[in-house]
């Protein structure tokens, strides 16, 4: 039996977990690890009260995030100037190759369905350490 795209139809139960460079622990979704995606892929973001993403952007990756619950607050741009409130039904757009951050500074979780145009959401990060120190003065 050959591989056909009819062949390849999955379903990812629930319960899947990875540690993304990010900081976090997502739910696994969709993506070139779990079902072999190539173009595509979709995770869950849980993000506890307090929460704050390393600052990163994705190499020619664009993003769109939903927030399927909570409150949360991304902040972008080359020195973090700039920041967005997200609130449960808001879908964000990010740009590839735009940093940013989402900080959940609300006292209760959220949590984000993440959609990256690459197979893994991991591929193309790049980790911006020194806007780090930079955001943590902004939101403390």
């Given at each position: 039996m050959t591989d056909t795209p009819v062949s390849k139809v999955q379903v990812i139960k629930p319960g899947q977990t990875y540690a993304g460079k990010q900081g976090f622990q997502y739910g696994a979704g969709a993506s070139k690890e779990t079902v072999g995606a190539e173009q595509i892929c979709m995770n869950i973001l849980p993000m506890p009260a307090g929460a704050r993403a390393k600052v990163h952007y994705h190499d020619k990756i664009e993003t769109i995030a939903y927030l399927l619950e909570g409150n949360c607050t991304v902040f972008y741009g080359d020195k973090m100037q700039h920041h967005i409130d997200?609130?449960?039904g808001d879908q964000i757009f990010v740009p590839?190759?735009?940093p940013h951050a989402p900080c959940n500074r609300s006292?209760?979780?959220c949590k984000w369905l993440v959609v990256h145009a690459?197979?893994?959401?991991?591929?193309g990060i790049v980790l911006l350490p020194e806007l780090d120190v930079l955001l943590a003065t902004q939101t403390s």
């Amino acid at each position: 039996m050959t591989d056909t795209p009819v062949s390849k139809v999955q379903v990812i139960k629930p319960g899947q977990t990875y540690a993304g460079k990010q900081g976090f622990q997502y739910g696994a979704g969709a993506s070139k690890e779990t079902v072999g995606a190539e173009q595509i892929c979709m995770n869950i973001l849980p993000m506890p009260a307090g929460a704050r993403a390393k600052v990163h952007y994705h190499d020619k990756i664009e993003t769109i995030a939903y927030l399927l619950e909570g409150n949360c607050t991304v902040f972008y741009g080359d020195k973090m100037q700039h920041h967005i409130d997200v609130q449960t039904g808001d879908q964000i757009f990010v740009p590839a190759d735009v940093p940013h951050a989402p900080c959940n500074r609300s006292g209760a979780p959220c949590k984000w369905l993440v959609v990256h145009a690459s197979g893994s959401d991991q591929e193309g990060i790049v980790l911006l350490p020194e806007l780090d120190v930079l955001l943590a003065t902004q939101t403390s």
